[in-house]
């Protein structure tokens, strides 16, 4: 079979590229740049099939990526744009594999060369897993292979870790993150319902309330009633609004309602009524359906003005009704707990039996004030049920939350705790992935736009019945394309521990403030790591550091990919990794283009990790007897090492990743000294020899030979 049309000429699908100025690379290129759909801070962007000799092979491994990209298989989504490139890495180390058993091509693999090849890959369980998978993949996607394909079915029925003869260890985080284009949205709102539309709703319900209290104090003589209404729809008409409708949620109690624009044309006589402040309109009902007729409806219909909505020029949603303010209130409790519990690592559990009374304020030894909530931790080897008593610290942000709660909430011996009404008594706050969900689909019929939805849907697994990709079902590629686009596009599936799970994989893996720039961290990274890394009870350090040791081990990685592509560095320790990493090199066989066992190359690394402490400026690999911090680490009291004193250390290295920010911080040095007219002049002189540092620095890596 032979590709055609779009699926042959562009590698991306179009529901990637919609709005986009490019469609991205073409099949029929050699090096595919997917820089138009992958983050600016995205690395891996670059696909290189040149490093493919055989152009059969070649073909195989471009229509493979495509294919991968468009549709799912194995019960899995479509590949993402961004692990494209390690597919494509992967694909070139099981090739050269069984290339290396005697299968040339992938027509010629047979049973016997999967056996010989996977005894090579058992050395890294986990290596031979990722393998195992790639073949089944590659197997699936056979139909979609113009030359080469593979003519057999690896392993069948059996899974991957069966295969290699693998069990999943007990414990292994398997909970799935929340993609950052889910999450920024949903915390980005969720932090505005905290900070701006909480005022809005409390504003409404003490509206409310002050109505209530006004009407019952207010005794009417017969007519009053009737002037009253009158005076309403009076104001109305001279203020240009409508008359209040019956919310869009219950206007199926009014059979035959017409709707415009979404507002029944049918009035809420129940909210006339409050704001008419009479018991009720049954008797003038015909003068406020006539109103509605003349001057129209409105949704909503207190007054309280409702605050704007910084994606747009109007308010965040029209005025609220009794109903509408009913369901904004559960959903600020959602919110509430979206923010205290994303931006504070705690359990569902931890997060919703807080006490009212959580929230804690400590001056630090360096005068800033320390946020902090106190609750239990019920997780964990020999603890009670009960629980044991912890504490977490947080960012301002979480003690609003805690202070909106007290507001809306009246359980006294819970934070999350409410009048459920009637014979409910107190509720606590429960389902929660059901709550995020609405709340989810919520925020979309409020912020989402002509150019799609504010909480984006993602490419997932195709539907329960969906048929399967076999060797004897080949459809239309495009019609393909289109029914996995339509069918992968499905909303995130929220879990509450996917938002532990989340923060403690940003923690570790976006160093120097990354993330903790964004708005929704708001504070640097020393929070973060003081904090939630520094929470030992609910064992969430535990989780944060196995994340770290994996970032640790990529971002080693990174450095000694950009080192054996030729990239230049500079430090004292410079020389002494480049020893390490020529070393590495020399043991795999990594020459410069030549792709070597990611496994092997990853063991090899791992030793480094252990005195690797990344930095803005420079990475220090640190080493005692030649740290230049040490000797005043005692006098300062401060932990080793201290990553502002090693530009002149014999273990720092600097490398192109450093670059932009040694750039940054010169030219803030430089503005500095254009400044320093006024400032004493031993001021002036470190200011400027701070400034000829770094301008050393940057010559350092930018011309490695000066």
Known sequence: MTPSGDFAEFVLPKRLTVGLPSRGPRLVEDIWDLRCVLPRTWRTWRLDFTQIADPATRRAAKEYITSRLTRGSLGLGPLKATTAATELRTFVVVMEDLQGVGAARLPDVEHTHLDAALKRWKSSPHTAVRNVTFLKHLSAHGPFLSEDRLGILPWNGRSAYGVVGLQRVKGENTTPRIPEEVLAPLLRAAIFYVETASGDILAAQKEIDALEAARDSRCLVQGQARERVLSFIAERREAGRGIPAVPLGTA?????????????????????????????????????????????????????????????????????????????????????????????????????????????????????????LRGRVYKGKGRDLSGEEAEWVVLDVVHRAVAVLREINDDPGHLFGYDGGGRNGYVLLSNM????????????????????????????????????????????????????????????????????????????????????GARQYKHAAITMFEGYAGTSASGFADEVAAEEAVAKLDYVEDLYHDWNDGGPSAGGAARRIEVEFDRIRSELGDLPGVVASPSRLRTLLHHLTKTLHPGVLNDCFYQAETAVCRKRTKPLGR????????????????????????????????????????????????????????????????????
């Not at 019609?479 to 996917?498: H, M, N």
């Open 252 to 372: 199926h109690t009014v059979p035959g309602a017409a709707v415009v624009d979404g507002v029944p044309q049918v009035p809420n006589h129940r909210l006339v009524s409050l704001l008419a402040g009479v018991a009720k309109t049954s008797q003038v009902l015909a003068l406020v359906v006539e109103a509605g007729k003349e001057i129209g409806y409105e949704e909503g219909g207190l007054d309280t003005p409702m605050s704007p909505w910084s994606g747009s020029a109007g308010p965040w949603r029209p005025r609220l009704s009794p109903f509408t303010l009913a369901n904004e209130l559960s959903f600020l409790r959602t919110a509430c707990w979206i923010v205290i519990a994303y931006l504070s690592g705690m359990r569902d559990v931890e997060v919703r039996e807080l006490g009212r009374d959580c929230a804690l304020t400590e001056r630090g030894a360096d005068g800033r004030t320390r946020y902090k």
């Open 639 to 706: 932990p080793i090492p201290m990553l502002d004193m090693c530009m002149n250390c014999p273990n720092s290295r600097r490398s192109a990743v450093h670059l932009p920010r040694l750039e940054r911080a010169h030219d803030m040095a430089r503005a500095e000294l254009g400044e320093a007219a006024d400032l004493p002049r031993l001021q002036q002189l470190a200011i400027a020899e701070h400034l000829a540092t770094l301008t050393h620095l940057i010559a350092e890596i930018d011309h490695e030979d000066s």
């Open 433 to 516: 992935p059901r709550r995020i969900r609405a709340f989810r689909d919520h925020l979309n019929e409020l912020f989402s736009t002509p150019a799609g939805l504010y909480v984006p849907t993602i490419a997932a697994a195709p539907p329960p019945g969906a048929d399967p990709i076999t060797d004897d079902a080949v459809p239309n590629d495009t019609a393909v394309e289109a029914a996995v686009a339509e069918s992968t596009a499905l909303p995130w599936a929220f879990d509450t521990r996917q938002f532990r799970r989340t923060l403690a994989w940003h923690i570790a893996h976006q160093p120097f403030g990354v993330v903790a």
